[in-house]
């Protein structure tokens, strides 16, 4: 609002400079001043494409024209008058006119919160009045501002119902190779029945509380790592009938990806240059090695153990006067950069004719973490090197049947040190300050017993792992248009291969270190660790291959008022991962639409759908979904209404749905026998001779079927003031059941583990809001969008085990909620420790944590264990503001989520760690007290401190300003004379301030993985 | 692109194994068949482990503490600190587990036509046997429990089976051991079935069943509960115990194993009645050995006791508080049992050919915040003879089930309670202390039937130590009320002066007991709250 007041500030004093110079024109000029001309001039969007129907308005003269099919316009002005050009869905420009002479060259270009009258949709588009579901979709536009390697990231906060998080900030990689035993003659693969692959490790997305389905233009496929300027949106579907065509899948909702289609026209380029700088967040704070070793001792000497530092050891920390034999080493410090770098490239061609038109979309990603260190023979910081390229052609054949191709390949190259980028991470979380020395006197590696692997030496000389991944997919999509014989009838056949394959080859070497002492004038050097050469190892890690067919064949009529559409569909989706048999699910439906004049609506879904996972005559199932809507602004009392014209669109809608999940597994309904997986072999006889083992995995469940959905929806849509202000917001309630979960009443004297059965209910509820409004002031343009999300998740039947006492049980529970014990502080006399209770076999004293006993027995137990986690509906947000003035743009995402808890995990000593943080120096003294903040230190786990509970948790609230961006556009008619249409620097940002209420680490992380990063980028995007 | 898709595959996949493979018709080998077998076998406990946590079952008695946080689970054992909920030595599962194994071979292996007959039998009784040792797992721990026969229970039964009465149960499992006494192969057996149940292996868990059964917390010494033991003292069942031992003596096919240290670490030792067999390895070497051995990295997880230490008396067969026996306090391992180098690493003993060091500051007890012995005292039993640090290498650490030593002590116990002190019991005793080097190892033959017992229950301390014995037997003859809670489990501190060393005894444990309910294990809570028809163990 303050820049908005300022601008208008300025303009004002603009404007009066600019009537003091008209004033004292006038004076001398009067004749030229009247004098009115013709001006002309070409509108173009921002690939030079020709604009036609832009109104061009004329300040001085107040005349009004359009632009025509050539984007050409000729308006009345004067001299240095100033013309305005308006289209709905563009910024409003203006241009100074000087003279006669001038030629005006305009750019316009989209609004930023795009608003298009058709969306995209499963397998379709559809007109936005027709829609009665649940959509929501971001544009290019959003994409494109957050600089991240996934176009997962810039999705949190934008889209209401669409629940993220980052879990950790670099991808993780998988090395470990397929393979199988084969013993005997049988086959044992080491890991069947893989999930798809997904490179996205990074973020978790729950729709509505549930994993969605990604689709990527038309696909189903996990793909993240599409360059964001080649997407057209993004779209989430979040209700039963959207997502009805699924069939056993559409319980989950759907993530849609649309990619860029061709425009035609002369070859248009798009290309973008950017580099980011990336710092972590969060990083913990490691106590220095005196204070560690004093706190240390103060665990022990709590436990009444041998203390372990003396005061010479302290002395020696403290004053760095033996580095070597009382090492201080922040792992933080020495092997992480204060920053790290990642550029990205992307090139974007389109063009055409009428016959046929392309895109061709390259970009390049180059990714660095932060480990510092190098190896002169190879590189040993984790990278990221990808490559994609995203094509389609669209061939009109005839005017009937149009062909499209698309090919979208993505080659990525992963390094990594060899001793892993997790494990040194995990390693410098969990390594004390005092540990060892990085190096000897002698130059080796400082190690102990204890910590034979030295962390920097793992990071330099531990040789690499590299991953490759690659994914092709081609999509073949025809369209025949029936016309000629039977008005409104089509046809269309979509057939897509892809296939996806990674592999990793391991050089990772080892490196021993040494633990180096003094006695008298004697220097030795233990050993430990063990040597290795450097490993040369080649993994298949995941194969897959995808083959899609749908084919479908719809007619729509119209006879008055009355517009049917209807629709009969086949699609029929086969995967294959490695060694699994491929599995193959097929949707048979029929759907049909009806509509009265716009006015009211009805749509209905009924889906065959089987999955060949399932027991033979068990795996198909009926799915069926319908919708009514009505747009209460087709009435004719509202049309006629001249009170109500603000109102521009005022639409009811409903839809229901019943929806699958088949979360089958690999062939679980039949019985059978594996490999021992920790032992497969057994050693008999006197040699020990290797004897396969053969064991039965768990019981079979027969009678396995897919899990169920019943979603009901509501909404409404509304839009306001000439549609500048738009209004939505939807109720749900969805019902999931049949669930798979273990029985509760599953006895040990079967002698087996129990099967998933299909007995859980669950009830997700929520409401989601959305609004956006977008205006200009002349050609200041703002806008303003903002979501929230309400998410309440309820077990309505879990078969639980039977649980004595009524806290114990989590059925009435939101789902997945923490199970803990209350705690009620620490223990502050030795008679309060005497009399609390206690876990069995602990003896408590002072400084402890005393947990309430609900059920009053004395001991704390599983019956003491309460729902602690929060029981409140999860509410998250997300505002996005824009605004735009003459070139420059600024945009602003501030995202944040409410009732939501951490449960810190790091505690320290105590978690079974040895590394200490600063936050324990607040630990449990006698003279501390009551103003403790973390219980007395004790070595190791504690049975009593360390365990989930209230102690440890805080709010996980927080606020983030989550993504930024101020760009400026040069001046088009300058850069125009450079043929060039745009050219836009811009700096963007992301996780740039947050507010936590709990803000010790970041509220998104938990344990002890790689840090989410602050990234400031700058780039360039230059258009011709 | 339509085409591809046209591909055919099976329907289900065809390499996963089903029961009509394991229990092949057409394989006269059985080969299958013999891997679900060695199934059911690596399901045996691995008593040669550190099963609990990282730590051996001792480290849960009065023989050793560990060197862990004293959470690690096994203290848990020492401190009264089960529960219904947790219990680090649980078997309720893991033993049905090996029951309905063995059930399912023993139902459908008819169907296998194996060429060899008697082999056949004797899979039949390997199976059958191994279902008796789960019982016997499940028995001593919780008492009585469930008897499900020969019944494979499926998803739509409704398992709702109450307890047996220990009785039964010991019936039951004799029973069995008898019916696999007949098919089982007769010892010794060659080298290649080394490791599998023989005639001989079923009578020592017969024998060893009897010996619990008439001891003093089932014979009549419980709380009354038929599921706990016998209602009433019956002399007899010594006898019965007594007998099932002198069956295997009188087979005269085992023999002690003229050297101790031998008996773990070699390939067949002719002792070895029954072991679970394990590759070659040093994972007790690895788990247990002394800390900072750099090229023999040690963990040194066990810490055994003062107790432990002191209960090994002097190489002249005296104890050490004897007043005759020579015993030094300040040179406390000198002319001890020989056993108690070969149980246990003291200060001075030699381990790679280097001297430990757990004095204070000492190579091998630092300080510091390294895991480290917590006693003075770390593990030496199993591990191998290493002479330097260049010939620590893998060897051979079967999990010795029943070694032909524990059928002599089985048998002069069961005796001695029986009919008290006669010759053939000093011959048993007597020899078992001849071959652990005793000089003189003779034994006074008027002695009284106590005392016998005394000097029988110190011999298994001593000749067990670390087998999980110790642990079964106090609570057998009820007496782990008086060992756990006589005061906190010792170590030694040992200072280094200008006179030399000086030895302190010092508090390391303060271990506990609740006699009303610890004698047997809590059945664990979901098994009651599942099933309507189990009854929880008193106390619990």
């Known amino acids: 609002m303050k820049i908005y007041i300022t601008t208008i500030a300025k303009t004002y004093y603009v404007m009066k400079t600019f009537l003091a110079l008209i004033f004292f024109t006038t004076c001398f000029c009067v004749k030229s001043m009247a004098q009115q001309f013709t001006v002309t001039g070409n509108i173009v969007d921002e690939y030079g494409h020709a604009l036609s129907g832009v109104t061009v308005q004329s300040k001085k003269s107040a005349a009004t024209s359009s632009s025509d099919s050539n984007g050409t316009f000729k308006i009345q002005a004067q001299s240095k008058d100033v013309l305005l050009f308006r289209d709905t869905n563009y910024e409003t420009t203006s241009a100074t006119v000087k003279d ?34 649940s959509v929501a979709t971001i544009y290019t536009n959003q994409l494109t501002t957050t600089p991240a390697p996934l176009y997962a990231y810039p999705l949190t906060g934008r889209l209401p119902g669409l629940y993220t998080q980052q879990t950790r900030g670099w991808e993780g990689t998988n090395n470990s190779g397929l393979g199988s035993v084969d013993v005997n003659g049988l086959y044992y693969p080491n890991r069947k029945g893989l999930n798809g692959p997904n490179d996205n490790t990074e973020l978790t997305l729950t729709l509505r509380g549930q994993q969605p389905v990604t689709i990527v233009d038309g696909v189903q496929r996990d793909i993240y790592t599409i360059d964001p300027e080649n997407i057209e949106s993004v779209s989430v579907l979040k209700d039963g009938l959207s997502t009805i065509l699924l069939g056993q899948r559409s319980s989950r909702g759907v993530i849609l990806v649309t990619t860029k289609k061709p425009v035609s026209g002369k070859p248009h380029i798009s290309l973008t240059a950017q580099s980011g700088i990336q710092t972590p967040l969060g990083l913990p704070d490691p106590l220095p090695a005196y204070q560690y070793a004093y706190l240390y001792n103060e665990g022990q000497y709590n436990e009444q153990k041998p203390l372990s530092y003396t005061e010479a050891d302290f002395q020696a920390y403290k004053n760095h006067s033996d580095i070597y034999g009382h090492p201080d080493v922040n792992w933080f410090n020495t092997l992480f950069k204060k920053n790290s770098i990642m550029n990205r490239y992307s090139l974007n061609v389109t063009g055409g004719g009428a016959a046929a038109r392309y895109t061709i979309g390259l970009s390049y990603l180059d990714d660095n973490a932060l480990f510092k260190g190098s190896n002169p023979d190879y590189e040993t910081n984790a990278t990221i090197k990808r490559y994609t390229v995203n094509s389609n052609i669209d061939v009109d054949v005839t005017k009937e049947f149009k062909v499209k191709l698309q090919m979208f390949a993505r080659v990525q190259e992963d390094n990594q040190p060899g001793a892993g980028t997790d494990a040194i991470i995990s390693q410098m979380f969990t390594t004390p300050n005092n540990a060892y020395p990085v190096f000897n006197p002698d130059g080796s590696f400082g190690g102990t017993q204890s910590y034979p692997k030295n962390l920097y030496a793992q990071l330099t000389q531990s040789g690499y792992i590299q991953d490759y991944e690659r994914d092709i997919f081609s999509n073949l999509e ?8 039977v008005p409104g009838l089509w046809a269309k056949v979509q057939s897509n291969i892809s296939v996806f394959a990674s592999n990793s080859t391991n050089r990772s070497a080892a490196v021993p270190s040494f633990k180096f002492a003094v006695s008298g004038s004697d220097t030795t050097y233990n050993r430990y660790g063990s040597f290795a050469d450097q490993a040369n190892a080649f993994n298949l890690t995941y194969s897959a291959q995808f083959w899609y067919l749908q084919s479908a064949i719809g007619y729509t009529r119209s006879i008055k008022k009355n517009n049917f559409t209807a629709k009969a569909f086949y699609d029929r989706n086969e995967s294959i991962f490695n060694y699994d048999l491929p599995e193959t699910n097929q949707n048979l439906a029929i759907a049909g639409s009806y509509d009265f004049d716009g006015k009211y609506f009805a749509e209905a879904t009924v889906n065959y759908s089987g999955n060949d996972r399932y027991p033979p005559g068990k795996q198909f199932g009926l799915f069926y979904a319908g919708g009514i809507g009505w747009n209460i602004t087709k009435e004719n009392f509202f049309k006629n209404s001249s009170a109500l014209q603000w109102v521009n669109n005022l639409k009811l809608r409903a839809t229901y749905g019943k929806t699958g999940n088949d979360n089958v597994g690999y062939f679980t309904w039949r019985e059978s026998y594996q490999l021992n997986v920790v032992n497969p072999t057994y050693p008999i006889g006197i040699s020990r001779a290797s004897q396969a083992v053969t064991q039965q995995t768990t019981l079979a469940n027969p009678n396995v079927t897919w899990e169920k959905g019943d979603k009901f929806n509501a909404g409404i849509d509304a839009a306001f003031f000439k549609n500048r202000l738009l209004l939505t917001a939807d109720f749900y309630n969805d019902r999931y059941y049949d669930l798979l979960q273990l029985r509760g009443k599953q006895t040990s004297l079967i002698g087996i583990g129990y099967p998933l059965e299909n007995l859980g209910i669950n009830n997700y509820s929520g409401i989601e809001l959305q609004t956006t409004y977008q205006n200009n002031y002349k050609d200041f343009n703002y806008a303003l969008s903002g979501n929230i999300s309400f998410e309440k998740s309820k077990v309505i039947y879990s078969d639980e085990v039977v649980e004595k006492y009524p806290w114990n049980v989590s059925t009435g529970q939101p789902v997945g909620v923490t199970f803990g014990y209350i705690a009620q502080g620490l223990i502050q006399t030795q008679q309060e420790a005497e009399t609390s209770p206690h876990p069995a076999g602990y003896i408590l004293q002072p400084g402890d944590i005393k947990y309430a006993d609900l059920n009053g027995d004395g ?30 743009d600024i945009n602003i995402l501030l995202q944040g989520v409410t009732n939501r808890k951490y449960i810190m995990n790091d505690n320290s000593f105590g978690s079974g760690t040895q590394q200490g943080y600063s936050y324990i120096i607040g630990r449990w003294t006698p003279e501390t007290s009551t103003a403790s903040t973390f219980p007395r230190l004790t070595p190791g786990i504690n049975a009593n401190n360390d365990v989930t509970s209230t102690f440890w948790q805080r709010s996980g609230n927080y606020f983030r300003l989550k993504n930024a961006e101020v760009g400026y556009s040069l001046p088009y008619p300058l850069i125009n004379r450079l043929h060039f249409t745009s050219i836009r620097v811009f700096a963007n940002g992301l996780n740039l301030f947050t507010q936590a209420a709990f803000s010790r680490v970041d509220p998104e992380v938990n344990g002890y993985t790689y840090p989410i990063q602050r990234v400031i980028n700058f780039g360039i995007n230059i258009k011709f | 692109m339509v085409l591809s898709s046209c591909r055919k595959y099976e329907a289900v996949p065809v390499e996963t194994v089903t029961q009509d493979y394991i229990f092949d018709t057409k394989d006269s080998n059985g080969i299958y068949a013999s891997q679900y077998l060695f199934s059911i076998y690596s399901s045996l406990p691995d008593i040669a482990g550190n099963r609990i946590g990282r730590d051996l079952l001792a480290a849960g008695s009065d023989d050793a503490v560990t060197s862990q946080s004293t959470a690690a689970p096994v203290t848990l054992l020492a401190t009264n600190g089960i529960t219904i909920f947790n219990n680090p030595d649980d078997a309720w599962s893991r033993s049905y587990n090996g029951i309905r194994m063995a059930t399912n071979f023993l139902n459908n292996f008819s169907v296998v036509p194996l060429k060899n007959a008697n082999e056949k039998r004797s899979w039949f009784g390997e199976a059958r046997a191994m279902r008796a040792f789960f019982y016997w797992e499940l028995v001593r721990r919780y008492g009585g429990v469930p008897l499900l026969g020969d019944s494979l229970k499926t998803l739509k039964d409704n398992i709702q089976i109450p307890r047996s009465s220990f009785g039964t149960c010991v019936n039951y499992i004799v029973s069995e051991c008898n019916q696999a006494i007949d098919s089982l192969r007769d010892d010794p057996v060659i080298d290649a079935n080394y490791g599998r149940f023989s005639k001989d292996g079923a009578r020592a868990l017969k024998a060893r069943v009897l010996l619990f059964a008439a001891s003093p917390l089932y014979n009549g010494g419980n709380t009354g509960d038929s599921l706990n033991g016998y209602t009433s003292y019956d002399a007899n069942r010594w006898k019965l115990a007594a007998d099932a031992a002198k069956e295997i003596i009188s087979q005269d096919v085992y023999h002690l194993e003229p050297n101790f240290i031998d008996i773990f670490i070699i390939q067949r030792s002719n002792e070895v009645i029954f072991a679970k067999t394990n590759t070659l390895g040093r994972p007790i070497e690895t788990n247990n050995g002394p800390i900072n051995f750099a090229t023999a990295p040690g963990a040194g997880n066990t810490s055994p006791t003062q107790e432990l230490v002191n209960a090994f008396g002097m190489s002249n067969g005296l104890e050490i508080n004897d007043p005759g026996s020579g015993y030094d306090s300040t040179n406390p391992y000198a002319n001890r049992d020989p056993r108690l180098s070969y149980t246990v690493l003291y200060n001075g003993a030699q381990w790679l050919s280097t001297a430990i060091q757990t004095f204070n500051g000492g190579i091998n007890r630092p300080g510091g915040s390294t895991v480290q012995t917590q006693t003075g005292y770390y593990l030496r039993k199993f591990m191998g003879d290493f002479k330097d ?52 190892y003779t034994l006074d033959h008027s002695i009284s039937k106590d005392s016998l017992r005394t000097i029988i229950h110190n011999e298994r301390r001593k000749e067990f130590a ?53 004698y047997f294990y809590p059945i664990p809570n979901t098994e009651v709250v599942t099933n309507a028809k189990m009854r929880q163990n008193p106390g619990w």
């Open chain 2, 389 to 440: 640090q260049t010939s620590y290498q893998d060897h051979y650490h079967d999990a010795i089930y029943f070694r032909y030593a524990e059928v002599l002590l089985n048998y002069a116990e069961a005796m001695n309670e029986y009919s008290g002190p006669s010759e053939e019991i000093f011959t048993a005793v007597e020899s078992i202390r001849k071959r652990a080097g005793l000089n003189p």
């Open chain 1, 100 to 133: 006669a002479s001038t030629i005006i060259f305009v750019k316009l270009i989209p609004n930023f919160f795009a608003a298009p009258d058709t969306i995209n949709v499963l397998y379709e588009t559809k007109n936005k009045q027709k829609i009665l579901g």
């Open chain 1, 859 to 888: 001991l704390i137990n599983q019956y003491d264990q309460t729902a602690i986690g929060e029981t409140k509906p999860l509410v998250f947000y997300g505002v996005t503001g824009n605004l735009s003035y003459k070139g420059f």
């Open chain 1, 478 to 485: 025809m369209n025949y248009n029936f016309d000629r014989f």
């Open chain 2, 466 to 518: 670390f087998e999980e014995q110790r642990y079964w037997d106090i609570r057998r003859w009820k007496i782990a009320g008086k060992v756990y809670n006589s005061g906190p489990l010792h170590g030694i501190s040992i200072t280094p002066t200008i006179n030399g060393l000086l030895y302190n005894v010092v508090p390391v444990l303060q271990s506990s007991f609740d006699e009303s309910k610890m």
